[in-house]
């Protein structure tokens, strides 16, 4: 198949070079993530309802979902939430097929309170949070375009775009892996840092400076001194972390707005500040690839929810960054690759307007030497399009 592939040098310095990067990371409770993992969850679940009940995956969307945060009452020890969380799934389903009902909303139901049983453990279900679904029917000229195809590869539902960059910066990895770090292995022995935390990353020149925001669990806290020492353990993780991914200078701040002598600290009844203040929205937090980088081109497209098909949005985000690290993991000498593929809709989605890969090299390394390499990759990862829709429903690649 003749795709349109180009590969160039990319007009910039390399990321790592420039003087200043920021980079950000939303924890799984951030509100915003709780959204994304909502959204993504039910999008999950539906494309298996349709999968067990008809053979193939019908229309649908999900990524709209709304959370509006409820308010709490923390206390050392254990305080109550006062008002609960409203989260609205919101989107479009296909609810009947030749003549059978569909369980679209139950379903979409289910999925949420089961997501946030593993990642918000301390919210309860219908007490300190209240999940509703509005689903409504799909488009009909999208409905055509997404599932009657008799082609094996589905066509575009949109004219769009996705991006991917490969490999990550230090401070990106540090900001990635601290946060992973905090919900996984760190919080199997310290259930007192709830799951909403959220890492910035800040390079200038040889500097790094990572700002925590975590969230404490007030059931495991009985004091202020309680509550400095978990400040002071999380600090010094996130410090040993990232310097086991860096030898610049490291600095490390945590919960920056506490004020001790007035008492104002990061404490929650249920490791969230969706308990109180905070709303949220799919698409506002991570990007396909975990992250939010200010100094890299980024799609706006909300990847969570979005039905793995054929929906652009969600496909061509997803595959750009695994292109990337294909790339980068597979020739010598590139210090930075950003992939871009553009759609249009009705085109087979293995056949983009354009996919786009620029890089720049390590000295010595010509785009000449590597553009054959470079071009053979882009063209396999883009014949295995099909495979995402598989890894997505089966929950092997993270959208956020």
């Known amino acids: 198949m003749d795709r349109n592939i180009q590969v160039s040098r990319l007009d910039r310095r390399a990321v790592e070079d420039q003087e200043v990067e920021i980079v950000e990371r939303k924890g799984i409770g951030h509100p915003d993530s709780i959204c994304d993992g909502i959204a993504e969850s039910v999008s999950r679940a539906l494309s298996q309802l349709y999968l067990d009940r008809v053979g193939k995956v019908l229309h649908y969307n999900t990524d709209e979902t709304q959370l509006v945060a409820g308010r709490a009452a923390p ?17 479009r389903a296909t609810k009947e097929y030749e003549g059978e009902q569909l369980p679209v909303n139950s379903t979409a139901l289910a999925a949420a309170r089961d997501y946030l049983a593993e990642a918000i453990p301390e919210l309860e279900y219908g007490t300190d949070v209240v999940v509703d679904a509005k689903l409504g029917e799909g488009s009909g000229d999208l409905q055509d375009v997404f599932g009657e195809e008799t082609q094996q590869v589905p066509m575009a539902n949109d004219t769009s775009f996705g991006v991917g960059h490969a490999p990550l910066t230090e401070t990106e990895t540090i900001v990635r892996e601290a946060e992973r770090a905090l919900n996984g292995r760190y919080h199997d022995d310290h259930p007192e840092i709830g799951p909403d935390v959220k890492i910035m990353g800040k390079r ?59 008492g104002s600290v990061y404490l929650t009844v249920t490791g969230t500040s969706a308990e109180h203040g905070d709303d949220g929205s799919v698409g506002r937090g991570n990007r396909a690839n975990g992250l939010i980088t200010p100094n890299r081109p980024m799609s706006m497209e909300a990847t969570s929810g979005k039905n793995p098909v054929n929906h652009i949005g969600k496909i061509y985000n997803l595959l750009s960054t695994r292109i990337a690290e294909s790339v980068t993991d597979e020739i010598d000498g590139i210090r930075d690759l950003q992939v871009r593929l553009l759609s249009q809709i009705g085109r087979p989605i293995d ?22 390499a470079v071009l053979e990759i882009v063209d396999r990862e883009l014949s295995d399009v099909t495979d995402v829709t598989r890894s997505v429903i089966d929950g092997d690649v993270s959208t956020f």
């Not at 254990?78 to 609960?84: D, H, M, N, Q, S």
């Not at 700002?211 to 059931?219: K, Q, S």
């Not at 509550?227 to 010094?236: C, F, G, I």
Request: no cysteine; glycine share 8%; proline share 2%.
């Open 75 to 91: 206390a050392y020890g254990g305080g109550e939430v006062v008002e609960p969380i409203y989260v609205l799934i919101v989107g």
């Open 204 to 262: 200038e020149g040889d500097r790094i400076d990572i700002t925590v925001a975590a969230a404490m669990v007030d059931a495991y806290v009985d004091g202020l001194e309680e509550y400095d020492d978990a400040v002071k353990h999380v600090r010094e993780f996130v410090t040993e972390l990232a310097e086991d991914h860096t030898n610049r200078e490291v600095h490390v701040d945590v919960n920056t707005a506490d004020d001790y002598d007035d």
């Open 351 to 372: 056949e983009p307007h354009v996919a786009d890969a620029q890089l720049v090299t390590e000295e010595g390394v010509a785009i000449g030497d590597i553009e054959a």
